[in-house]
Structure formats: C-alpha cells, structure tokens
C-alpha cells in the first residue's frame, strides 16, 4: 500500500506488481516533465521523459501519463523488480526561459521478492 | 556510455573552511547545472551554465558560494567558509542544450563538522 513517511512517501509492492507512483505539478505553462530513479548514495538516473504535446509515452517496462487538465503525472512500472527499489522524483521545466528543471518531492518504492 | 564525472565523492570538512567540488559533463554537453540534495528531499538548483555564461544563479548563496566554468567544458563549484547547514548532496548535471533532459553525476557528499 501507499503510506506518509517521516520523509518521503513510499509504496510498497511486491515483486511481480504493477507500481504506479504519482506526481501533482504546480506550473500550468510547465511543457517537459521527466522521471528519475535514484538510488541511496547515487544521483538521479533518468529514467523517461514527456513533452506536453503528448499524454502517454512508453519505454521498457515504464509508461508515463500526462493529464494538464488536473496537472498530474504519474510512472507506472509493470512487473516490478527488487532492482526498482529506488526513490522516484518528477522534474518539470517551469519554462522561465532557460529550462531550469525543478524537482518535485521523491517517492520511496520499496518492492519485496 | 559517456558519464558526468564529479570528485571528490566524499568531503568532510570543519566548518569555516573552504570547499570545492569539480564536476567534468559529458562531451559536447553544453549546458552545466549544480544542483544541492538534501537528504530524503529533491534537488534544488544552484546554478546553471549555457557554455562558459551563467544563466541562472538566483538560488546560489553568493556570500559563500562561487561558481565557474571558464573554458565552457569543466566546471568547479566553492564554498568560503562552510557552515554546518552546508552538509548535503553536491549534484553535477548536463545536457546537450536548454530544455534538454539532464545527466547527472554521482555527486559529492559533504559533511561539515
């Protein structure tokens, strides 16, 4: 199930699931939005990205939804492995002219053999 | 596959010292961005680089911290003098150009005592 942490939020899944970890973005004019993976003591691995011209993007494994309507993203992970186990961050490009990605807050997924 | 190398990974230092953190992007990458992670939070950018030019640096605490790219490729990020509140997630990232999707490095933990 999905929980509050003390830090992050973490879903928990197990292995051979389906994950689908959520993001809300604040900036409307927003128009490129990223997924990354990091793991403890790693930087940020990307992951998938999307343009707001689109509302589904596919790589292996992952799928990536738009909705600008409610200014929602959210990365699904099918058949989810012990090697997921990471936290998940969404970056958005505000668009203040000179592509500054901003962060949003991780999600800790933990997923158990 | 061509990597954003950071040194060093580790840094612990007193406070009132004075800290640098070099990051080499990958080749041909001409954007440069120093991004700070707080544990269990996201990346928060610092500064960024188009070439050798800054174009952003509205987060970057100019009091103590100073950046630089001069020759447009590597680029060294100071802290004079470190406070304790400085502990954190030093990340190094590029891309091919603004609005491109960023590569990051395995960052530089500093620990200010």
């Known amino acids: 199930g999905e929980s509050v942490g003390l830090h992050l939020p973490t879903l928990s899944v197990q292995e051979g699931d389906n994950s689908i970890i959520n993001c809300a973005y604040s900036?409307?004019?927003?128009?490129?939005f990223i997924w990354y993976k990091q793991e403890s003591g790693k930087g940020p691995q990307f992951i998938i990205d999307?343009?707001?011209?689109?509302d589904k993007r596919q790589g292996q494994r992952v799928t990536v939804l738009l909705n600008k309507t409610v200014k929602h993203l959210s990365l699904q992970i099918a058949a989810t492995q012990p090697g997921d186990s990471a936290v998940y961050f969404c970056?958005?490009?505000?668009?203040?002219?000179?592509?500054?990605?901003?962060f949003g807050k991780g999600t800790m997924l933990l997923v158990s053999p | 596959e061509a990597e954003v190398a950071q040194s060093p990974r580790y840094k612990i230092t007193e406070k009132s010292q004075a800290v640098a953190f070099w990051c080499d992007p990958i080749?041909?990458?001409?954007?440069l961005y120093w991004y700070r992670q707080i544990l269990g939070q996201g990346p928060e950018l610092l500064v960024q680089?188009?070439?050798?030019?800054?174009?952003?640096d509205s987060q970057l605490p100019k009091d103590r911290f100073s950046a630089e790219r001069l020759k447009g490729v590597d680029s060294t990020l100071k802290i004079q003098p470190a406070e304790l509140g400085d502990s954190a997630m030093y990340l190094c990232?590029?891309?091919?150009?603004?609005?491109?999707?960023?590569?990051f490095g395995s960052g530089t933990q500093l620990s200010v005592l």
């Open positions: 990232a590029s891309s091919q150009d603004l609005g491109e999707k960023l590569f």
């Open positions: 900036n409307s004019a927003s128009d490129y």
């Open positions: 999307i343009r707001s011209n689109m």
């Open positions: 970056a958005e490009n505000r668009g203040s002219g000179y592509s500054t990605l901003t």
């Open positions: 080749s041909g990458h001409a954007t």
């Open positions: 680089f188009q070439d050798e030019s800054v174009v952003d």
